[in-house]
């Protein structure tokens, strides 16, 4: 197989990246936009030792899952995977993903449970993150970090539109310069966009702590009508692909985000992460909660615990929580929050989970139920021993990723635990990605 050359390919499987799988001599080819069952052609784009890349041509057997994309941006974007195929294709994908990682990496003989779709497929997501650059501000091409101008993407809301506009009307007027990544100059290097109950905050991430003509942006942003809660500037001045710095400047109005998941009311700082599906979070966390199964007597562990959401979600069934995160602005973030919702059975503490527990063990905490949320890397080694050391009676393992989920799952169903059941839910439609809640009971007869 050469590159340039164009085969017929029949998709047998696919990736966890959301790509078909075919073979061609033996070799597997990673073929995009395409579906299990399909026969297509394909232009060979890319040749490894191992395996291949090749860009869809043309498909010669649809697969009864396949519809026309709606987004235009579909086959140029990096953000999505899943356009071109219907709802029921897509969960059924996301489920065998999660089953596939479960048997294969956690040699669990287990299926996930059908994928719960809580929200909307379009205009669910609560943040978008916009690169700017000298050609253009818009979303990232796939697999690159070259922008293609997108006015409107179909998963954000239509508003991000004119906060877009806004900012480049004030960057030509003005000449403000984008930043460039490749000679590190320039100034504007993101446009960062958070809503929830208390409006929308908008953050400007720049490369440098000045920014000419700085009120003429602000009035340009309270001038839209639209509910804008604060603008925010995030500095970030190193070479780095990483979207946020560490320093944040109010520009306007309010510094967070205030939301609300079910009755429990959060703020949420620029920094902090905060799932990006309203609906799909408060499921996922209904069904964490009804996993944990508190009665009120229980010492709950809410580790990866970001601004507090889980555990403060699970107060007021628990004896007390403990939250541990490594960001220090989550943190600063879960304490308000507990405050903010008169929650006094709640302690949070910064650093990394791994490093803490031992200690929160040695200090004489037991907890009955653990909370692990990890980010897609999972979690160390060292704190899964850590927590099935304590041999607390359930943990809930919220994932964002099934191969590190299988990967731990598999440590821990040999150290006393096990699974069931494993429920994905659609937190990122059109995406590859799927979130999965699991549970884990200790096994009787394990001392
Ligand atoms: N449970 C929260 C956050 C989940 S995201 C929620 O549902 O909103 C994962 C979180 O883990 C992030 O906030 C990230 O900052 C944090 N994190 C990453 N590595 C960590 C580590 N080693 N120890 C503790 N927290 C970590």
């Not at 309010?254 to 620029?270: A, E």
Request: hydrophobic letters at 35%; charged letters at 25%; a neutral charge.
């Amino acid at each position: 197989m050469q590159k340039n050359e164009i085969y017929e390919v029949e998709i047998t499987g696919m990736t966890e990246e959301g790509d078909g799988v075919g073979r061609i001599d033996g070799v597997a080819v990673f073929v995009p936009h395409t579906i299990v069952g399909e026969k297509v052609q394909v232009l060979i784009v890319k040749v490894l030792k191992n395996y291949a890349y090749g860009k869809l041509l043309e498909v010669q057997k649809p697969s009864f899952g396949r519809r026309k994309a709606e987004c235009p941006h579909f086959y140029q974007c990096g953000g999505c995977q899943l356009w071109h195929m219907d709802t029921e294709t897509e969960l059924a994908y996301k489920r065998q993903k999660v089953t596939d990682c479960l048997r294969r990496i956690g040699k669990l003989d287990i299926d996930a449970e059908p994928v719960e779709m809580p929200s909307e497929e379009v205009r669910y997501r609560n943040k978008a993150q916009f690169p700017v650059t000298p050609e253009g501000m818009g979303l990232y091409r796939r697999n690159s970090h070259n922008v293609i101008p997108v006015e409107d993407c179909l998963i954000q809301g239509k508003w991000n539109q004119e906060i877009l506009k806004a900012v480049t009307d004030w960057m030509e007027e003005f000449s403000v310069p984008a930043y460039e990544e490749s000679t590190h100059s320039g100034l504007v290097r993101h446009i960062y966009t958070r809503n929830g109950e208390s409006g929308i905050l908008v953050t400007l991430v720049t490369a440098e702590k000045n920014i000419p003509h700085r009120q003429e942006l602000i009035d340009r942003l309270r001038g839209l009508s639209l509910p804008i809660a604060g603008i925010v500037q995030n500095v970030n001045e190193k070479p780095t692909n990483v979207v946020l710095g560490y320093e944040n400047h109010t520009l306007w109005g309010d510094g967070c985000l205030t939301d609300s998941i079910g009755k429990v009311k959060f703020q949420i700082s620029p920094l902090s992460f905060y799932q990006v599906n309203p609906k799909a979070t408060l499921r996922l966390y209904e069904l964490a909660k009804e996993f944990a199964d508190l009665s009120g007597k229980e010492v709950l562990w809410d580790l990866y615990c970001g601004i507090g959401t889980i555990g403060l979600f699970m107060a007021d069934k628990a004896k007390k929580v403990v939250g541990v995160e490594v960001v220090p602005d989550a943190i600063e973030n879960a304490k308000a929050n507990a405050r903010l919702n008169g929650i006094d059975n709640a302690e949070f503490y910064c650093g990394k989970a791994e490093s803490l527990a031992p200690r929160l063990v040695q200090n004489g905490e037991k907890p009955d139920v653990v909370i692990l949320d990890p980010p897609r890397k999972g979690c160390e080694e060292s704190l899964l021993k850590t927590v099935t050391q304590v041999k607390p009676k359930r943990i809930v393992y919220v994932s964002c990723k099934p191969s590190t989920l299988a990967r731990d799952l598999k440590y821990l169903t040999e150290h006393g635990y096990s699974v069931k059941p494993v429920v994905p839910v659609n937190m990122f439609p059109k995406t590859s990605h799927v979130e999965t809640v699991t549970l884990l009971v200790k096994e009787k007869g394990c001392p």
